[in-house]
């Protein structure tokens, strides 16, 4: 049933494409335009929504970071996401404006029923972005989109989290649709590029040699540090959950504009950081950021993992090792650039003899609070 692999983990990281692929599937006409259907919430009420709120936790919150940028750049609607097991206890505002979406693998986080439950009783609207059909998120939910990922048995998310996104993605895309926000020629680009993620992500599998190489290598190591900005940032902070929960490492990401506000005193001689760089085209200013950080920490003795676009020779002189990926559009980039991450993570527990599958102390479903 592991297809031929020596774990479901790295069965899931091969069928991302298909799952990115699937998850898109009908879902995107002829014309680029977005046929969510499913989306049971009548267009009058999502073009009155002036907030969304997302909830969820874990790898599904880091999702839920990145669809905030896209969401407020295409729609305009102010988003928030919050970890669903801190929301509840805040007394949140919400009203019947308030768009909330709730993004779960397995439909059935207690944190994140919870939270749902809270909003719904003050009366927001609920959008669950699920990969389990039937599961008790989707059926207490105003509506549903579903992920198709297919069954994910690894306790470690990989694929479920990529057709996170893409679902998210198409949300965000939708509402911008469906409330003529945003919707022309840069939408429907994107709408395209989407299309051409499979392949991309496919091409990023088969150029992951190296990076099992180097994880091999930092097997012994105690601390490994993500940095990020943008959307890079809630990569960073994947690609460290994956790694402590995978290889019981101390693993952190930090969004690189806070470096110098304490983080940089951890930096030390040999010290493995990886850094995921955004696009040198679109937003040119947080390139250039990004690389004098990569030039902060290396100039104090760390080890630079640098994850670039590639062709983004800016980058080269300052990193150790070099992990390239397609060219996407900025927002995009995640889909991509977690790839190596998981690839990284799932060597390294396996270097250092843990159970990959099934790690210590780990649920694939945590229904209690
Ligand atoms: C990490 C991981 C967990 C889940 C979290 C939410 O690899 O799998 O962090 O993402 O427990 O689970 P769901 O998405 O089922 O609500």
Redesign the pocket.
């Known amino acids: 049933e592991k297809g031929g692999y020596d774990y479901f983990m790295l069965k899931e990281i091969a069928e991302q494409p298909k799952a990115v692929a699937d998850t898109l599937l009908g879902r995107i006409d002829a014309a680029g335009s977005l046929s969510l259907d499913e989306v049971r919430i009548p267009g009058p009420v999502l073009r009155e929504v002036d907030k969304v709120v997302i909830v969820?936790?874990?790898?599904?919150y880091h999702a839920g970071l990145i669809a905030k940028y896209a969401i407020e750049h295409w729609t305009r609607i102010p988003c928030e996401t919050e970890l669903a097991s801190e929301f509840r206890y805040r007394d949140p505002i919400l009203d019947q404006r308030t768009l909330v979406i709730a993004?779960?693998?397995?439909?059935?986080?207690m944190d994140?029923l919870m939270a749902l439950r809270h909003a719904r009783e003050q009366g927001a609207k609920v959008l669950a972005i699920c990969n389990t059909n039937g599961s008790t998120i989707p059926r207490e939910s105003d509506a549903v989109l579903y992920t198709h990922a297919g069954p994910e048995v690894a306790?470690?998310?990989t694929k479920?989290f990529l057709t996170q996104l893409v679902a998210c993605y198409l949300v965000a895309l939708y509402l911008g649709q469906v409330r003529g926000t945003k919707w022309g020629d840069e939408v429907r680009s994107v709408v395209r590029e989407l299309s051409d993620i499979a392949t991309q992500v496919d091409e990023v599998l088969e150029t992951m040699e190296p990076v099992r190489e180097l994880a091999r290598s930092l097997a012994d190591k105690g601390t490994v540090l993500f940095l990020g900005r943008h959307v890079g940032y809630p990569v960073a902070l994947e690609g460290a959950?994956?790694l402590k929960?995978l290889a019981y490492m101390h693993a952190e990401g930090f969004a690189a504009g806070e470096l110098k506000h304490g983080p940089i005193a951890l930096i030390e001689e040999d010290l493995p950081v990886v850094v995921v760089v955004p696009s040198p085209r679109g937003r040119s200013v947080l390139h250039d950021k990004i690389v004098s950080n990569i030039q902060e920490i290396r100039a104090r003795g760390a080890r630079t993992i640098v994850i670039a676009e590639r062709g983004d020779e800016a980058v080269r002189p300052y990193a150790d090792h070099l992990i390239e990926i397609p060219a996407t559009p900025v927002l995009l980039q995640p889909l991509v650039a977690t790839v190596p991450l998981q690839v990284f993570a799932c060597e390294l527990a396996t270097a250092r003899g843990n159970e990959v599958d099934q790690p210590r102390n780990l649920a694939k479903?945590?229904t209690v609070e």
């Open positions: 969820a936790c874990g790898t599904a993004i779960s693998q397995s439909g059935e986080t994140t306790v470690a998310s479920a959950l994956k929960e479903s945590v």
